[in-house]
């Protein structure tokens, strides 16, 4: 008998290419945030999109920079 080919051999590359697949995963997934955004950055984020006023931007940054 020969164990070289037939499902033998299928096997040997299913585990090959499990185990590409576990090396060469893509780190940057892009549903998954791998950057920590600072409470400041979604601040000014926020203040971009017009969520925030002037008044509350600059109150909410001095809050932030006093924890500094």
Same mark, same amino acid.
């Given at each position: 008998m020969n164990h070289y080919g037939g499902m033998h051999f299928?096997?040997?590359i299913v585990w090959f290419l499990f185990l590409a697949w576990i090396f060469f995963i893509p780190t940057d997934i892009p549903? /998954?945030?791998t950057k920590? *955004?600072?409470?400041? +950055?979604?601040?000014?984020? /926020?203040?971009?999109k017009? *969520?925030?006023s002037? +008044?509350?931007f600059v109150a909410?940054?001095?809050i932030l920079n006093s924890k500094n």
């Open positions: 299928i096997w040997w549903y /998954q945030k920590k *955004e600072s409470p400041l +950055d979604v601040l000014k984020e /926020q203040f971009a017009g *969520e925030l002037k +008044d509350e909410s940054r001095k």
